[in-house]
């Protein structure tokens, strides 16, 4: 009988490249040393994946929504309600979410300051969230959380809402905040409760002491927020309801926490993990290897000091990245090889050459010690385009692993 | 102009496996002697097949509707009709149809014996076949068939019925009879049929000759059915409105004849046909040729040894079931070269060391002496890993025959 393992998938943020001259035309990919991977790529088998579909340049979270196994174009639900989840406050089937910026206004709100200085204590923070989060309007509730400097997300729940909804953003300093109209005729009461939002939460925060202060100090009020990524939560099922499976995360980044929790991972922190090159690889390795051995049917690592140095334009960075990984990977191998299926891969191409992210499609190599080996010889671009996991879609990388860590259901009798 | 061709579709039950240690680490397709094989895959092309989608294990009776070009997340009507037309009772559309069990059942419908002892003479299965048959419930006409010990098939003809009830087995001996419940609105008529007709088949068989010497002799009462896995026929064209063709299955297997014949092809009797290794390889050749000689356009051929052998981890066995196809594919070819496009390939997975299903890929193989070559040089699970063919979808292989076999129209103009 199939006995069950752990599916384990480590993605690598922006691993697929392009040719590099300062790597006499190989990829950083195929230039790292990576001893690891490349024993894996010759026990298992290795292809190549368009994350979204042929021609499609991903977005990192959409992108992460594909490796879950969900499709994209019917299940992404925006960056507001991925963005809150990454930031602790989760939605619910039928919330509307947003990102969020604290903003100045002056009295006829005109914007003149789009983010209120940047600047702003965790004292200021928690003032501002305090004011803002529980508001109700009508029937539908307010959720809030300040984040990271002006930044923050909000939630509306109630009944009714929808995200077709225009932007409040001038986008422009020395315009006034805009009218949100909506977009769908059932958008029309989520327009409705926005501007009456955008009204409510300026008169509770003009004047809290903190601007009182901020005016003192001659910094910029932070008396109005802007939204933007407006995003509802369709009827998403989790992973756990799909699979019947518990499955974890392990990521350094809030957006990849949010979209991993919006499917229903259990977010698992690791001491020192970061989303640099500094991050601690050892404690990576050391806590999936505790969510194997532990109950976790289903773990999802996250790298993204890859994507970091393609940004950069750091090619001996992003070698270096691979490099390392490769390492994490060979100590999680080392104790666990036989309770594994594991897929190492990356959400989307980002060439150094280019700084951002492209359509080309991303290596993937798929192991487990029972698995019909093919002809690659190492992890790579160039073996990948022979090996017999031919071009998968993003979509099609969880169901392969979960099938063959024994977790999907046999289709009919 | 195209000549048309008959496709000749050969499927061996469950042929793909893994790397068997016993066998030096090759799969048994890769240990069989196979030259007739080797060579079409040498002047043919291969690949790899995900019968229903990737890390999805197929059952039997999805993988052949799949594989027959329908697609199984829409088309599968559950095991029920499979079955009843696999036994000879052909569902119509509208049709909801059960597999069932004759059982005993005391004087309160507590059930007493699931199988009502699991031994039935013919003249005990034709006069409970003739006390069922033809009953009527309001608008709604029964037609059952005794099959196999205490099996049988039911069909519910009639105006508003749907699959979507309860079941009303209890699945222990002890317990009552259960009280069948729409699962969705539109289902109650059929669970209001369903309730009558537990009664009506109650008080029509109870009282039979056959049920009084079987109370003489001590042996458990036939006086009541039990039936299970329902489905209905939904609006599923046959192959002849689909493409304009006859078809024609041979296969010793009645789920595999039912399903053949759900989608319209005419069963052909072989003689010696079996489900075993003992099966007559020669004779299945032979009414093949006379398929393809005759005016067949498609001609679908079982081989069941290989997952009985996979079942049974008899790793000998299904190399042996392996080499005699292989035989069997050489007698064919050799008689009708010119007359054929063929496929060989499996229907699942069923690696010997499991001794069930698994989601691996099943490798194919595609003939015709028209055909551009690629480079495999051997039909086996490596070798299609890297064939023309890449990775197909179990729906794609019978348009792919009937197109070059010149029975597809040409889209557009």
Redesign the interface.
């Known amino acids: ?2 006995e069950k393992r752990t599916a384990v998938f480590i993605v690598m943020d922006g691993l697929g490249d392009r040719p590099v001259p300062e790597l006499d035309g190989k990829t950083p990919l195929e230039a790292a040393k990576t001893p690891v991977m490349d024993r894996l790529a010759r026990e298992g ?1 290795t292809g190549l994946m368009d994350v979204i579909g042929p021609g499609i340049t991903p977005g990192s979270d959409a992108a992460h929504l594909a490796l879950f196994g969900y499709d994209p174009f019917t299940t992404y639900p925006g960056r507001g309600p991925l963005e809150a989840a990454g930031a602790g406050l989760e939605t619910r089937p039928g919330d509307v979410a947003f990102r969020t910026n604290f903003a100045s206004v002056d009295a006829n709100m005109v914007v003149t300051d789009r983010r209120a200085g940047r600047t702003f204590s965790p004292d200021e923070q928690e003032a501002l969230q305090k004011a803002i989060d529980g508001m109700e309007i009508g029937d539908v509730k307010v959720k809030f959380i300040a984040t990271v400097e002006h930044r923050g997300a909000m939630i509306l729940s109630g009944p009714g809402l929808y995200a077709d909804i225009s932007d409040v953003d001038p986008h422009e300093v020395g315009k006034k905040v805009l009218t949100c109209e909506p977009l769908k005729p059932e958008a029309k009461k989520t327009a409705d409760v926005v501007n009456k939002m955008m009204k409510e939460v300026h008169e509770r925060i003009r004047d809290l002491p903190l601007n009182k202060e901020r005016k003192k100090a001659g910094r910029p009020l932070a008396n109005a927020i802007l939204i933007r990524g407006p995003g509802r939560h369709g009827e998403t099922p989790t992973l756990g309801e799909r699979y019947g499976i518990k499955s974890a995360v392990i990521a350094g980044g809030a957006l990849y926490i949010g979209t991993a929790k919006f499917v229903g991972m259990k977010h698992v922190p690791v001491e020192g993990q970061t989303g640099t090159i500094d991050t601690s690889f050892h404690n990576i390795a050391m806590k999936t290897i505790e969510c194997i051995k532990g109950d976790y049917d289903y773990v999802f690592v996250h790298i993204k000091a890859t994507d970091n140095a393609s940004h950069d334009h750091n090619t001996a960075q992003k070698v270096l990245a691979i490099e390392r990984t490769d390492e994490m990977v060979g100590k999680i191998i080392e104790a666990t090889s036989t309770e594994v299926v594991l897929a190492v891969t990356g959400d989307h191409s980002s060439p150094v050459s280019l700084g951002e992210h492209s359509c080309d499609p991303v290596p993937v190599l798929l192991w487990a010690d ?6 690659s010889k190492h992890f790579s671009e160039s073996e990948a385009a ?7 879609r993003g979509r ?1 990388i ?7 860590a024994g977790h ?6």
Do not use: N, S
């Open positions: 009988m199939t088998q029972f698995l019909r080996a093919d002809e022979r090996g017999a996991l031919h071009t998968l099609d969880l169901p392969i692993l979960l099938g063959y999907v259901e046999k289709f009919g009798a």
